[in-house]
């Protein structure tokens, strides 16, 4: 069987039953993209979860089975996901890109709730098989954009948008959310989910997760070198953000680069995103020793030019207790039936910057 990996509707690469045989456009190619690479190696990052209860759903509604072909899920699926426009079919279908991510409500009902009431039959266009990640979700188009909605319990639901604002008012990039409630007159039962936009502005750049690039390997001192000066900014704070929120989920399919969608250059780190397991979201008090710091201070800098982009960008003191002030008023107005000590995230974040700051000192 041979296959084409396209990009929207132009071939950029071509394959047989086990890997990429030819390029045809490298500076649109995804960067693992090379004469040699197995297919399947590309698309297990672009590969729904089966073990989210609502994905076997799905799977039964496309008629698939859990131990289903390459082949197959080529075939129904054809690779695409919503934050890229790169895809694959057989070299001897006649598909296009545009009809391939339409948006079906029908199906995205069934990724996110496990059934759907929608009148749409046809299980065409989007498939969500390319939806990643181990909660229940599923892209929405509503009003021309591409949104994420999300399921989780109260403590991730909640720790997230609070990472969300926290991170929007000291001005960092990170992708936008909102809380989304829909009540049942049915059952009196209310649906809560946690919604972010599309930072790829419905194929405006392509989303290249650091997967691609550096595989399953997350540690910043081999990450950080391999990185465009640029990157290395964006990324070292990105972590340090993530040390203050305690945000222990940052594998390398949570931080990817955006990548102009029209002659593949990096554009920049794409904004931060996914915090539904950090603070509160385990039910664990979140922590740090002032004096040992936590297992997100201890050898934070271990490397002088981590030190030097922190020294350079690092808010200061007034400025980390006005977005911890802020994210916990907004928090509490978005979930007004929840009464949490919104102090418990706030002492957090102040002692963990206590400790970065000083051992940032004790580096100089």
Known sequence: MGYY???????????????????ENKDLCPVCIKVGTPISHWLEYRCVDI????????????RLQNNVSIDKIIEVGHGITITDNWWIQKDDEHSDHASLRSYNEAIADIALFGSSRSHTKELRGYTELGTVGSYEKAWRYIDNEWYMFKQGNNAELLSEYYSYVFLKTLKVPVAQYRIFRQHSKETGLETVCIVSKDFTE???????????LFGDNEDPQYIVPKLDKELRKQYVMMLFYDALLFNGDRHNQNVGILRDSETGRTVGLAPFFDYNMSLAATNNIPRCDRENGNIFTRGFYQSREIADIVSDFIPT?????????????????AFPNIDFNYSIFE???FDTYSVLLRDLHNAA
């Open 5 to 23: 990996l396209m990009h929207k509707d132009q071939v950029i690469a071509k394959a047989d039953d086990h890997e990429i045989t030819e390029i």
């Open 51 to 62: 073990h989210r209860s609502h994905s076997r759903q799905l799977f039964k509604a496309l």
């Open 202 to 212: 419905n194929g405006k750049y392509d989303f290249e997760p650091f997967c691609y």
């Open 317 to 333: 003191k007034e400025e980390i207790e006005n977005a911890a002030a802020t994210a916990s008023a907004e928090t509490k107005a």
């Open 347 to 349: 002492n957090y974040i």
